[in-house]
């Protein structure tokens, strides 16, 4: 007997982003070139998207516009040649299948939440072609419209790579402040006390209780009372190491390099008092070698390691 292979959620919901991007005007000869990656990289895609096609042609899914499954159930009404239940039975399966599929990916302004855990990153395709990374102990939600494409950041740091669409703006809200694309990529990160933005590439406008724009090299703080602050003058590529698994630290407090390295690993590290907490560190470090990392810090600085319990140490 001939057996297919299984076909996940997750497979269904990119063939479904698949079969509306290759339909658009806007799909590139490099969006083909992705797809046919994307189809010979495992049996099952081939047959998820065969299958999302089959059913989307059965049903005259056949135009491109904003709302494929409105555009499509009209034209079951203007082809006189079929009976009414024919038009009922198509238009209401068809809406169904396109209400599903759009819902599964944001669309019709119900959000999808993305959460990466501790130690882990996430990198997500979003149905328009933006791409979110998220980094460790991040949780965002999605939700898109015909209209809009919102994204709501509840906590810890992301990077967007945006396509830029006039007619429906990227937001990302995170905590008191909002940020707009407008044709770029960029990096938030929401902290308890502030907001920091940092743009890679393009333009993009912060606001809370000002606005401001920002170009490609430029970051910004918000602090939270919505004010904005004069951001540390850093390279953006030590801002988003982390994106390459990497630390970058500049001149900075051992405190606050202990506070990012506590996000990646399950041990805590905290230093024994303030003085300790002041002491300045400089250099790059993988994120994934935590003992190597520990190991460089007491040799630079005048420190040493103490284990307090199973899960904690001191630097005194």
């Not at 960029?186 to 393009?202: C, I, N, S, T």
Request: a positive charge; glycine letters at 6%.
């Amino acid at each position: 007997m001939k057996t297919h292979p299984a076909i996940s959620d997750l497979t269904r919901q990119q063939a479904i982003d698949w079969l509306l991007k290759l339909r658009s005007e806007q799909c590139s000869p490099s969006d083909r070139e992705a797809f046919n990656a994307w189809l010979a990289g495992d049996p099952s895609h081939q047959l998820a998207y065969d299958t999302v096609t089959s059913h989307w042609d059965r049903l005259a899914v056949l135009k491109t516009s904003d709302f494929p499954a409105r555009s499509a159930a009209l034209s079951y009404r203007k082809n006189k040649a079929r009976p009414n239940w024919a038009y009922s039975a198509a238009a209401v399966l068809l809406l169904a299948f396109g209400i599903c599929a759009l819902h599964q990916r944001g669309w019709l302004g119900v959000p999808i939440t993305y959460i990466a855990e501790k130690g882990d990153k996430q990198s997500v395709t979003l149905a328009d072609g933006s791409v979110v990374e998220l980094n460790t102990e991040t949780e965002l939600s999605v939700r898109y419209s015909f209209w809009q494409r919102r994204i709501s950041l509840v906590k810890g740091e992301a990077f967007f790579t945006v396509k830029h669409d006039a007619g429906r703006p990227f937001e990302v809200k995170a905590g008191n402040s909002t940020i707009r694309d407008i044709g770029t990529a960029f990096d938030v990160y929401l902290k308890p006390e502030r907001v920091e933005v940092a743009v890679q590439e393009g333009l993009v406008e912060v606001e809370s209780k000002d606005k401001r724009q920002l170009r490609a090299g430029q970051n910004l703080v918000v602090a939270s009372n919505g004010r904005f602050e004069n951001a540390p003058n850093l390279e953006i590529g030590s801002l988003t190491a982390w994106r390459t698994g990497r630390l970058v630290f500049r001149n900075r407090r051992l405190e606050d390099v202990l506070a990012e390295l506590n996000r990646y690993h399950d041990v805590r590290i905290r230093v024994a008092g303030p003085a300790l907490a002041e002491m300045r560190v400089s250099g790059t470090f993988q994120i994934n070698q935590l003992e190597q990392t520990l190991t460089a810090i007491t040799a630079l600085l005048p420190v040493s390691l103490k284990p307090v319990g199973p899960h904690e140490l001191v630097l005194q």
